[in-house]
Every structure is written in C-alpha cells, then in structure tokens.
C-alpha cells in the first residue's frame, strides 16, 4: 500500500514562508509524477503544483513565483514564500504514474494563514 506523509503545515502570518514535505514509501518513486493540491473550506480542490521525475514543474497562476516544488529522494517539497489568506487551505500530496490509472493522495496537511 503506497504512503505518502505530508508534514509541515501549520500557522504562519501573511508575508511568511513555510515548507511542506511528503514522504513517500512503498511505491517507485521515480515512476510517479508528485503534485500539491490544495482545499479551502467550500471550496474545490485546485492544483497547485506539479513536478515529474524528470523534473519539470507546473503551477497555478496563484502561486507562480512564490511558491517552488522539489523532489529529492522519497520526499518532494513545497517551498511557500510570501503566503497571504488566499493560501489557507489543506495541503494535500498527490502521485500520480503516466499512462496508468495509479493515483494515490495523502491525507493533507493545514496551513493557516493569520496575523
């Protein structure tokens, strides 16, 4: 049973910056396409980014030049830099392997947003 744990979250003020992580075990990490999504309460789930094993990166327009996905090892990172309301939300981890339907989510992690 593939597992990916995210850790990380947690209350930061607006302008402030946190890094999210997920660990992932029991799956070929180099197979899979490692994405953050993110949930507001009554909100959809969005992306928020993407980034392949080979290493390219996709994001939200929301996001795009404060926030930065790695990957290294098991574990792919999410680096969130100037973060304001708009960014509260439930952070999930997500992996996905191309041309297959294996797709397996994490249970999230809360980032808050407040002064």
């Known amino acids: 049973q593939v597992q990916l744990l995210e850790s990380g979250g947690g209350l930061v003020q607006p302008g402030g910056s946190l890094r999210l992580s997920c660990a992932a075990s029991?799956?070929?990490?180099?197979?899979?396409?490692m994405g953050w999504y993110r949930q507001a309460p009554g909100k959809q789930r969005e992306l928020v980014a993407t980034?392949?094993?080979?290493?390219d990166t996709n994001y939200a327009d929301a996001v795009k030049g404060r926030f930065t996905i790695s990957r290294a090892k098991n574990t792919v990172y999410l680096q969130m830099d100037n973060l304001n309301s708009e960014d509260m939300a439930v952070y999930l981890c997500?992996?996905?392997?191309?041309?297959?339907?294996?797709?397996?989510w994490g249970q999230g992690t809360l980032v808050t947003v407040s002064s």
């Open positions: 997500h992996a996905a392997r191309p041309r297959s339907s294996n797709s397996y």
């Open positions: 029991r799956m070929l990490f180099n197979d899979y396409t």
């Open positions: 980034i392949t094993h080979t290493g």
